[in-house]
């Protein structure tokens, strides 16, 4: 067994051995083990180097506020930079490895740094980087060239660049009451609420449940109190209404009393079990939440306080008792409270041997000095330590008389021989999830720490967390909060009995020791106390200046360690008292969460898919698909050697020819039913519905409120009270948003129901010259000529024995149909349609051809009522009626939106015969070099067959007005230019022929 | 942020979108006053307090609901269907009658 190890005592288990890598060196621990108590077992006394100084640091801590030692592990290609070495639980295999230094923690080049330390002060970067170009060292350039080799020299751990392969889980849980913390204060509460009969969750960050308990040494019940708190938990499991979560750290509290955890379910094993993730988010919505998060023990502010073997005083007591590892052999205290005294005693009894209690106070308590005789040690009452000596460890101390009163040293300074330093600055309750549920921490100068606010949402706190310190405190508050917050009654009943070292909890106002030397306050980003003093000098006065200047607690601990002996320095430099400083807000996550859990089952492509009902049908039959919006439309159908636009022309080519069908089911479709239907189509549509025949559709366009065109589309009257309303595929979900919100809030007299049906039916558009001869040879039940089926008229019949609705209207400019059924037989509707069809060289189209078409024609898509159109600019006045007001009619016509300069839908011809593209700007003269001046850019182009030229719609200023006349196109980003014509957007049978046949 | 719907209860914030200030008030259909209609298009409160809000329960009934939401504590003060409590000038002249 190691030196450093005890042969009895804590949690690890001496029979079993793990073994594990640290920087390539094989080590072994015990069961229990975590990371550092390990290391620090094997006599490893450095831990890492520091973030700008490259100074050697050991560990600061045992737990969850690590700042030092923090570790990267690698987990094959997967790397985890910055975990603290307190929180990794060793495993066979383990590979850990330390970070910020090169080549080796021991030979680190960056440690030249440390000569440097006058330069590198607070605010190095703005004053070396920022400002002016003056010569060749100052300035944003000169950043530019030396950002590589400080990023490099500076820093944490470096994240991985291989994939995570591992599997991320997410939890939403509900429950009564939710304990954040498992000391005494927590499984009391927890215990007390779950007797109630609560729902109760206990979560602790740590691996094992039970917090000082663990390591405290007292005596709970007349039992070591670790034995208690196992006990505790034990019963706590045995529960149905109970849930535990170790490993979880509860990292955020948010509105509505919902909480963020993340538990660590397989990071402590060498072999995740089958199916376990290896983290878990948890969201957890709380009925009351019981804070019981503990404290921190604060550092003192000295020079020297950073070197390795400069540790707090409860790690020590924790390492020893909870891990069986003894820190050090000469054991030397620092302490301005008395909680270091019981530490003192603690180690005494490990078989260390305790040297000095150096306390900053005068005045010692006859019960203090009880306990500095049981440890054995030598009291330095009112002294202070000035300085500390060694390299990679820690070999001595210097100690001076010290006044508490006025901060003054005196007196010779004297020696002691030490391996190690344990220091106390008194303790900060852990209030983070309380600042973050909203409410500004309290100072109280007697703690000398900030408490809990009181709460803005339902919690409760309990134990050291309310500043309440002693263990017995934490009994009876965690039960009262445990009582309290299940609804129970307060119960008087006999508590757990408590023996525990007596303590002042109230420390003496001393954060730092002002002498000669760097005096660490924030350790992981390297400020010092001067830096501090600086940022104060050079004009820095509020909190959070402070700490954005010096970095001041902005690192991966977020200040746990460092806030209030900040604020206290700057409290100082400024003469005011703590509180009127202030504090900074805590924000979530309270340690850092990997993105991994965030995401948890939700990465990859997240869409989901929305295919039509012949969606296979086009894929078995050649189709190229693309995606538009969530759905899957066919682009082309193409022949083998085809390009999409000798695909596309073919297609409408053939179309105009004979006849293509085109599947419409993306086509957005609202059945609008009720008695005010029709008043309301009248309100929503610029145009008048309440006049339409059953029987009949009308093409419909709809206004946003501000006067804007919004959607258009066609709507079929099936009946009096019974209409089909079709919207563009892109707005389907946002056309129905508007129509319920309209008759919800605006006009909730009106007697309609909108329904989304855009599922239920499967349609096909089928149109040109032999459109008519093919439905008439496949549709039974009614007539499709020109009498029974006229222009925007409805029938119902049958095509291969399913019903089927036919609507004659027309997109492509052809005599055209659109053929609806129910969406499970659309494709054998569409397959009779393409039987029918053969005879007559039916093709199938996709959206290239279908697009084409439409340009031709200078029909308006998404791409025309682009938000900022009106319909003026579109040339759909046609469309405003005169009779009624509807939705947007009272803003359409404001000055600016009737403007003869606006944007308006014109037709662009390439002069040049080459093809234009969307978002190629129209100029009125062309200069390549420099382009300038827009008249308006193009929304949609193709190969027009019907032209046989290269067409476009755009969008040009005062564009009615220059029909006929010459423009360029200028395209610098596809080096495009050209003459182009503009004219009117009906570039293909203007007066629809066609389509009435 | 917990929303409760009359109908459905208590729900997850994810399930609801927002559609605006509740203050505003929509103009008769007819009327022709643009300061009136502009104040209702554009103008929105912004309070740091309660807010009267709308919101629809998108991923649920997709009742719209008449939300006071503390902007600062976003505490929900109440909830209520805003099917006819809406300040539209169309429902008031109707309510009288």
């Given at each position: 067994?190691?030196?450093?190890?005890?042969?009895?005592?804590?949690?690890?288990?001496?029979?079993?051995?793990?073994?594990?890598?640290?920087?390539?060196?094989?080590?072994?621990?015990?069961?229990?083990?975590?990371?550092?108590?390990?290391?620090?077992?094997?006599?490893?006394?450095?831990?890492?180097?520091?973030?700008?100084?490259?100074?050697?640091?050991?560990?600061?801590?045992?737990?969850?506020?690590?700042?030092?030692?923090?570790?990267?592990?690698?987990?094959?290609?997967?790397?985890?930079?910055?975990?603290?070495?307190?929180?990794?639980?060793?495993?066979?295999?383990?590979?850990?490895?330390?970070?910020?230094?090169?080549?080796?923690?021991?030979?680190?080049?960056?440690?030249?740094?440390?000569?440097?330390?006058?330069?590198?002060?607070?605010?190095?970067?703005?004053?070396?980087?920022?400002?002016?170009?003056?010569?060749?060292?100052?300035?944003?350039?000169?950043?530019?060239?030396?950002?590589?080799?400080?990023?490099?020299?500076?820093?944490?751990?470096?994240?991985?660049?291989?994939?995570?392969?591992?599997?991320?889980?997410?939890?939403?849980?509900?429950?009564?009451?939710?304990?954040?913390?498992?000391?005494?204060?927590?499984?009391?509460?927890?215990?007390?609420?779950?007797?109630?009969?609560?729902?109760?969750?206990?979560?602790?960050?740590?691996?094992?449940?039970?917090?000082?308990?663990?390591?405290?040494?007292?005596?709970?019940?007349?039992?070591?109190?670790?034995?208690?708190?196992?006990?505790?938990?034990?019963?706590?499991?045995?529960?149905?209404?109970?849930?535990?979560?170790?490993?979880?750290?509860?990292?955020?509290?948010?509105?509505?009393?919902?909480?963020?955890?993340?538990?660590?379910?397989?990071?402590?094993?060498?072999?995740?079990?089958?199916?376990?993730?290896?983290?878990?988010?948890?969201?957890?919505?709380?009925?009351?939440?019981?804070?019981?998060?503990?404290?921190?023990?604060?550092?003192?502010?000295?020079?020297?306080?950073?070197?390795?073997?400069?540790?707090?005083?409860?790690?020590?007591?924790?390492?020893?008792?909870?891990?069986?590892?003894?820190?050090?052999?000469?054991?030397?205290?620092?302490?301005?409270?008395?909680?270091?005294?019981?530490?003192?005693?603690?180690?005494?009894?490990?078989?260390?041997?305790?040297?000095?209690?150096?306390?900053?106070?005068?005045?010692?308590?006859?019960?203090?000095?009880?306990?500095?005789?049981?440890?054995?040690?030598?009291?330095?009452?009112?002294?202070?330590?000035?300085?500390?000596?060694?390299?990679?460890?820690?070999?001595?101390?210097?100690?001076?008389?010290?006044?508490?009163?006025?901060?003054?040293?005196?007196?010779?300074?004297?020696?002691?021989?030490?391996?190690?330093?344990?220091?106390?600055?008194?303790?900060?309750?852990?209030?983070?999830?309380?600042?973050?549920?909203?409410?500004?921490?309290?100072?109280?100068?007697?703690?000398?720490?900030?408490?809990?606010?009181?709460?803005?949402?339902?919690?409760?706190?309990?134990?050291?967390?309310?500043?309440?310190?002693?263990?017995?405190?934490?009994?009876?508050?965690?039960?009262?909060?445990?009582?309290?917050?299940?609804?129970?009654?307060?119960?008087?009943?006999?508590?757990?009995?408590?023996?525990?070292?007596?303590?002042?909890?109230?420390?003496?106002?001393?954060?730092?020791?002002?002498?000669?030397?760097?005096?660490?306050?924030?350790?992981?980003?390297?400020?010092?106390?001067?830096?501090?003093?600086?940022?104060?000098?050079?004009?820095?006065?509020?909190?959070?200046?402070?700490?954005?200047?010096?970095?001041?607690?902005?690192?991966?601990?977020?200040?746990?360690?460092?806030?209030?002996?900040?604020?206290?320095?700057?409290?100082?430099?400024?003469?005011?008292?703590?509180?009127?400083?202030?504090?900074?807000?805590?924000?979530?996550?309270?340690?850092?969460?990997?993105?991994?859990?965030?995401?948890?089952?939700?990465?990859?492509?997240?869409?989901?898919?929305?295919?039509?009902?012949?969606?296979?049908?086009?894929?078995?039959?050649?189709?190229?698909?693309?995606?538009?919006?969530?759905?899957?439309?066919?682009?082309?159908?193409?022949?083998?050697?085809?390009?999409?636009?000798?695909?596309?022309?073919?297609?409408?080519?053939?179309?105009?020819?004979?006849?293509?069908?085109?599947?419409?089911?993306?086509?957005?479709?609202?059945?609008?039913?009720?008695?005010?239907?029709?008043?309301?189509?009248?309100?929503?549509?610029?145009?008048?519905?309440?006049?339409?025949?059953?029987?009949?559709?009308?093409?419909?366009?709809?206004?946003?409120?501000?006067?804007?065109a919004?959607?258009d589309?066609?709507?079929?009257?099936?009946?009096?009270?019974?209409?089909?309303?079709?919207?563009?595929?892109?707005?389907?979900?946002?056309?129905?948003?508007?129509?319920?919100?309209?008759?919800?809030?605006?006009?909730?007299?009106?007697?309609?129901?909108?329904?989304?049906?855009?599922?239920?039916?499967?349609?096909?558009?089928?149109?040109?010259?032999?459109?008519?001869?093919?439905?008439?040879?496949?549709?039974?039940?009614?007539?499709?000529?020109?009498?029974?089926?006229?222009?925007?008229?409805?029938?119902?019949?049958?095509?291969?024995?399913?019903?089927?609705?036919?609507?004659?209207?027309?997109?492509?400019?052809?005599?055209?149909?659109?053929?609806?059924?129910?969406?499970?037989?659309?494709?054998?509707?569409?397959?009779?349609?393409?039987?029918?069809?053969?005879?007559?060289?039916?093709?199938?189209?996709?959206?290239?051809?279908?697009?084409?078409?439409r340009i031709?024609?200078g029909h308006v898509t998404g791409a025309e009522i682009d938000g900022r159109t009106t319909?003026?600019d579109l040339h759909l006045?046609?469309?405003?009626?005169?009779?009624?007001?509807?939705?947007?009619?009272?803003?359409?016509?404001?000055?600016?939106?009737?403007?003869?300069?606006?944007l308006q839908l014109v037709?662009?011809?390439?002069?040049?015969?080459?093809?234009?593209?969307?978002?190629?700007?129209?100029?009125?003269?062309?200069?390549?070099?420099?382009?300038?001046?827009?008249?308006?850019h193009i929304t949609a182009?193709?190969?027009?067959?019907?032209?046989?030229?290269?067409?476009?719609l755009a969008l040009?200023?005062?564009?009615?007005?220059?029909?006929?006349?010459?423009?360029?196109?200028?395209?610098?980003?596809?080096?495009?230019?050209?003459?182009?014509?503009?004219?009117?957007n009906?570039?293909?049978?203007?007066?629809?022929?066609?389509?009435?046949? | 942020?917990?929303?409760?719907?009359?109908?459905?209860?208590?729900?997850?914030?994810?399930?609801?979108?927002?559609?605006?200030?509740?203050?505003?008030?929509?103009?008769?259909?007819?009327?022709?006053?643009?300061?009136?209609?502009?104040?209702?298009?554009?103008?929105?409160?912004?309070?740091?307090?309660?807010?009267?809000?709308?919101?629809?329960?998108?991923?649920?009934?997709?009742?719209?609901?008449?939300?006071?939401?503390?902007?600062?504590?976003?505490?929900?003060?109440?909830?209520?269907?805003?099917?006819?409590?809406?300040?539209?000038?169309?429902?008031?002249?109707?309510?009288?009658?």
């Amino acid at each position: 067994m190691s030196p450093r190890r005890t042969e009895t005592g804590g949690r690890i288990d001496r029979l079993r051995t793990i073994r594990f890598t640290f920087d390539g060196a094989a080590y072994t621990g015990h069961a229990g083990d975590t990371l550092a108590s390990a290391l620090l077992a094997s006599g490893v006394t450095l831990f890492g180097r520091s973030f700008k100084y490259h100074r050697p640091r050991g560990l600061l801590s045992a737990g969850v506020e690590e700042p030092n030692a923090l570790v990267t592990v690698l987990r094959g290609e997967v790397r985890e930079p910055n975990i603290p070495a307190t929180m990794v639980e060793i495993y066979d295999g383990l590979v850990a490895v330390s970070q910020n230094r090169t080549p080796s923690l021991a030979w680190d080049i960056g440690a030249i740094n440390q000569l440097g330390g006058k330069i590198l002060s607070a605010g190095f970067y703005y004053k070396t980087f920022m400002g002016p170009v003056i010569g060749p060292l100052k300035g944003t350039r000169f950043w530019m060239f030396c950002e590589h080799f400080i990023r490099r020299a500076a820093g944490l751990g470096k994240a991985g660049t291989a994939p995570d392969p591992a599997r991320y889980g997410r939890m939403n849980a509900f429950c009564d009451v939710l304990v954040v913390g498992s000391g005494p204060a927590g499984l009391m509460a927890a215990k007390a609420a779950a007797d109630q009969g609560a729902r109760v969750i206990l979560a602790d960050l740590e691996a094992n449940l039970g917090g000082s308990a663990n390591w405290s040494g007292e005596t709970i019940d007349g039992m070591p109190a670790a034995d208690w708190a196992q006990r505790m938990a034990a019963q706590l499991a045995g529960n149905d209404n109970v849930r535990l979560l170790p490993r979880t750290t509860v990292w955020g509290y948010y509105d509505g009393n919902t909480l963020a955890a993340l538990e660590r379910v397989t990071d402590h094993k060498e072999v995740a079990a089958t199916g376990e993730p290896r983290q878990r988010y948890w969201a957890i919505r709380a009925g009351t939440v019981v804070l019981a998060t503990g404290s921190f023990e604060r550092p003192l502010v000295f020079p020297g306080n950073d070197r390795p073997g400069v540790m707090l005083a409860h790690a020590a007591e924790r390492y020893a008792n909870e891990y069986g590892v003894l820190p050090g052999q000469r054991i030397a205290l620092f302490t301005n409270n008395d909680s270091a005294y019981r530490s003192a005693v603690a180690l005494k009894k490990a078989g260390a041997a305790v040297v000095a209690i150096i306390d900053v106070r005068g005045d010692i308590s006859n019960e203090m000095r009880r306990l500095t005789s049981d440890a054995g040690a030598e009291l330095l009452a009112g002294h202070a330590v000035v300085a500390t000596e060694g390299g990679k460890a820690l070999t001595g101390l210097k100690v001076q008389r010290f006044d508490a009163m006025s901060g003054s040293l005196s007196g010779d300074e004297r020696s002691i021989h030490a391996d190690n330093l344990l220091m106390s600055g008194g303790w900060s309750p852990t209030i983070h999830l309380a600042s973050q549920a909203g409410a500004k921490a309290e100072w109280d100068p007697a703690r000398q720490a900030f408490l809990p606010p009181k709460p803005t949402q339902r919690w409760i706190g309990a134990g050291a967390f309310t500043g309440s310190f002693s263990t017995a405190e934490a009994i009876a508050e965690g039960r009262a909060a445990g009582l309290q917050a299940a609804g129970g009654a307060v119960s008087s009943g006999p508590l757990p009995v408590v023996e525990a070292a007596p303590g002042d909890p109230n420390p003496a106002p001393v954060f730092e020791i002002k002498a000669k030397g760097k005096s660490f306050v924030d350790f992981q980003h390297d400020v010092t106390a001067e830096d501090v003093r600086l940022a104060h000098r050079e004009g820095f006065v509020s909190v959070e200046h402070l700490k954005r200047y010096t970095t001041l607690g902005m690192a991966t601990d977020q200040g746990k360690n460092s806030n209030v002996p900040g604020l206290a320095i700057m409290a100082e430099a400024l003469g005011k008292p703590i509180p009127e400083v202030g504090t900074t807000r805590f924000r979530p996550p309270y340690t850092a969460v990997s993105i991994g859990s965030l995401a948890a089952e939700r990465f990859g492509d997240l869409k989901p898919e929305r295919l039509t009902p012949m969606h296979d049908w086009h894929i078995a039959n050649g189709a190229r698909m693309y995606s538009a919006g969530l759905w899957y439309r066919p682009m082309i159908y193409g022949l083998p050697g085809e390009t999409v636009e000798q695909a596309y022309v073919r297609e409408a080519r053939a179309t105009r020819e004979s006849a293509g069908i085109v599947d419409v089911s993306t086509l957005g479709k609202i059945a609008v039913q009720g008695p005010d239907a029709a008043e309301f189509l009248d309100r929503v549509y610029t145009n008048m519905f309440s006049t339409l025949a059953v029987g009949k559709a009308r093409y419909g366009l709809m206004l946003r409120e501000d006067g804007l065109a919004f959607d258009d589309g066609t709507t079929w009257r099936l009946g009096e009270q019974d209409f089909l309303m079709t919207t563009t595929t892109a707005n389907a979900g946002k056309v129905m948003q508007h129509l319920e919100y309209f008759l919800d809030v605006i006009w909730p007299e009106l007697k309609v129901t909108v329904t989304s049906v855009t599922d239920e039916w499967a349609g096909a558009a089928i149109g040109g010259p032999k459109a008519r001869a093919i439905l008439a040879s496949c549709v039974t039940g009614t007539a499709v000529d020109n009498a029974t089926l006229p222009f925007m008229g409805i029938v119902h019949g049958r095509i291969a024995g399913v019903p089927v609705m036919i609507c004659r209207l027309s997109f492509s400019g052809e005599m055209a149909f659109e053929v609806y059924s129910g969406a499970g037989y659309g494709t054998r509707v569409w397959e009779a349609l393409i039987e029918a069809g053969k005879p007559f060289g039916l093709v199938t189209y996709g959206l290239e051809a279908l697009g084409t078409m439409r340009i031709e024609k200078g029909h308006v898509t998404g791409a025309e009522i682009d938000g900022r159109t009106t319909a003026r600019d579109l040339h759909l006045d046609w469309m405003l009626s005169k009779k009624k007001p509807f939705i947007g009619s009272a803003m359409m016509d404001r000055e600016g939106l009737i403007a003869s300069d606006r944007l308006q839908l014109v037709g662009v011809v390439a002069l040049d015969n080459r093809p234009l593209n969307g978002g190629g700007h129209i100029v009125e003269e062309l200069d390549e070099a420099n382009p300038h001046d827009s008249l308006g850019h193009i929304t949609a182009c193709c190969y027009s067959p019907a032209l046989g030229k290269y067409i476009a719609l755009a969008l040009v200023k005062g564009g009615k007005a220059r029909h006929g006349t010459r423009a360029f196109v200028s395209d610098p980003l596809r080096n495009r230019f050209g003459p182009v014509e503009i004219v009117s957007n009906h570039f293909y049978d203007p007066d629809g022929s066609r389509m009435h046949g | 942020m917990l929303i409760t719907c009359p109908y459905c209860g208590p729900r997850d914030v994810i399930e609801f979108t927002y559609q605006g200030d509740g203050n505003r008030e929509r103009p008769q259909p007819a009327s022709q006053d643009l300061d009136a209609w502009n104040a209702y298009v554009y103008d929105r409160l912004n309070p740091a307090g309660d807010h009267n809000e709308i919101w629809q329960h998108s991923g649920g009934c997709r009742a719209h609901l008449r939300v006071v939401r503390n902007t600062i504590t976003h505490e929900i003060l109440s909830t209520a269907f805003a099917r006819g409590g809406h300040k539209s000038a169309d429902n008031r002249a109707e309510g009288r009658s």
